[in-house]
Every structure is written in C-alpha cells, then in structure tokens.
Nanobody
Framework: QVQLVESGGGLVQPGDSLRLSCAAS????????MGWFRQAPGKEREFVGG????????DYIDSVKGRFIISRDNDRNMAYLQMNSLKPEDTAVYYC???????????????????WGQGTQVTVSS
C-alpha cells in the first residue's frame, strides 16, 4: 500500500505560481509512475501530467505544457507539481496518484492508477 498526501494548494491570482507536493508513505515510490490529475466542479477528473519512475520521461496535457513542471525525489518519497502562469481555468482540486511502472498502458489512463491522495484545492481568481 502507498499512502499519498498532497499539500501546497491555495488561492492565488492569475499569473501567480504554486508548488504542490505529494508525500508518499508505506512503500518507496521508485517503482511507480507518478501522475497528477485535477477535477474542476462539474467536470471529470482529468490527467494533468505524469513522470516515469526515473524522472527522465514526462507527459503533459497541452493546456499546461510550458507552464507546469513535474518532478520527483525518490530518496525523499516525494513528487511535485510546479505550476506557473496560473490561469482561472486551472482552478480545481489537484490529486497525485501512483501506478506500478510495469504497466504498459498510457500513463494518462486514470483507471490504471492504484493509489490516490485526498486532493488539494487550487483556486485562481482575481
């Protein structure tokens, strides 16, 4: 079992930055792909970005490319989502998730993530 806890959300203005953290416990995350998802009110939970177990391969949705950066520190059992140039449409609850690295399905596939955090609210508003 892997327990995930997100932190770092808050209320910010358009153009601001936030860094979300995901603290893992129970098992080392070095064997897991880490993903970030978000869910806005009335919408489906969507993939934002993911990082492979080594931290060398990434995938982002187009709307965050060039603005969001995912990283991980396997030694500290942490994953991060740096969000820059935030827009009101980025407002959502953000979740980190973990899936075994051996799964070959696309990392955007939500159903293949075994472990989820409780989420942290990000609100972008002037």
């Amino acid at each position: 079992q892997v327990q995930l806890v997100e932190s770092g959300g808050g209320l910010v203005q358009p153009g601001d930055s936030l860094r979300l953290s995901c603290a893992a416990s129970g098992r080392t995350i070095s064997s897991y792909v880490m993903g970030w998802f978000r869910q806005a009110p009335g919408k489906e939970r969507e993939f934002v970005g993911g990082i492979d177990r080594s931290g060398e391969s990434f995938d982002y949705i187009d709307s965050v490319k060039g603005r969001f950066i995912i990283s991980r520190d396997n030694d500290r059992n942490m994953a991060y989502l740096q969000m820059n140039s935030l827009k009101p449409e980025d407002t959502a609850v953000y979740y980190c998730a973990a899936r075994p690295a051996f799964r070959v399905s696309p990392i955007r596939r939500k159903d293949d993530y075994d472990y989820w955090g409780q989420g942290t609210q990000v609100t972008v508003s002037s």
